[in-house]
């Protein structure tokens, strides 16, 4: 879990002059002596929000509060991200149609679950002599998933490997 960025407070503050913001938006230069003897008077925090800037900037606020706001806020950002992984279905250039089909089906699921698809071929021996014939079997098994999934990255030879990306349509 990440960590809030942890602020100043009142008896931490140690600059002799700083620049209190009120909640009109309005600032005046006040010494931190009289800004925390007023932020104790209302019963609150004096929070040091712009520590850079020539005086500091502070606040009177509720330290606790605004904490379990920004903890909240960070909880709910989390929860709508979704993770997407990648997930490797294996090719062979000389690979039968019956496999095809159950590398397809797989292919599928993982898509309609949100996982972008890589689809890799190796290459062994002779069968770096029918390059074209293995991008033709890749190009083939992309234009299957058509309605479920989109090319990211077209068949590229790296090696003695052809690799391909397929990511999921977007959702309209």
Do not use: W
Not at 1 to 15: A, F, T
């Amino acid at each position: 879990m990440k960590r809030i960025k942890e602020l100043r407070i009142n008896e931490d503050i140690r600059v002799p002059e700083i620049r209190l913001v009120g909640d009109d938006g309005e600032s005046e230069l006040l010494s931190t002596r009289d800004a925390l003897a007023r932020a104790i008077n209302k019963g609150l925090d004096l929070v040091e929000i712009s520590p850079n800037a020539k005086p500091p900037v502070c606040r009177i606020m509720n330290y606790g509060k605004f904490r379990f706001e920004q903890a909240k806020r960070e909880k709910e950002v989390r929860k709508n991200q979704k993770v997407v992984h990648v997930k490797e279905i294996k090719l062979s250039p000389v690979i039968e149609e019956h496999d095809i089909s159950y590398k397809l089906k797989n292919a599928q699921k993982f898509l309609q679950e949100g996982d972008k698809v890589k689809v890799s071929m190796r290459f062994r021996g002779r069968e770096m002599n029918y390059i074209s014939h293995g991008e033709k079997v890749l190009l083939k098994f992309a234009g299957s998933l058509d309605d479920i999934g989109v090319i990211d990255k077209r068949p590229k030879l790296e090696g003695r490997q052809m690799i391909m990306f397929i990511s999921p349509k977007a959702e309209k």
